[in-house]
């Protein structure tokens, strides 16, 4: 797979998670949130992260994990740094980009990332 063809899914998946997002705003019974969602449509995608996350909704934690890392993605393809592991910066392995085009770390850094963090919240 292309680099174009990453760009083209991680594009795709940004749009369908910022769409989600407005509508789980849309949705709130809060006034507030529906003119949130109205304003958010306009934003980019660094000022629709950012003003999502100062809303602090539980609901939408899932969508603005996911939504920060296809941004990043799509910023790494931008800076030529796509596909390089945000660890070591060895490759990431073509199965794990297929899998997942935003993933960020190769195997074995992710398997040492998901290590520590199972030691640091048993050391909670």
Known sequence: MEFRDY???LTQ???QLKSEIISILTASEKTSLKLTADKLQSLTNEELIDQALKLQLSELTTQLKQLQRVDAALCQIDLGLYGLCSDCEE???ISR???DPSTQRCQRCSDK???FKRRESFAL
């Open 7 to 9: 760009q083209l899914r």
């Open 13 to 15: 998946q940004l749009e």
């Open 91 to 93: 490759e990431i392995e």
């Open 97 to 99: 980009l297929n899998n």
């Open 113 to 115: 990332h998901r290590m």
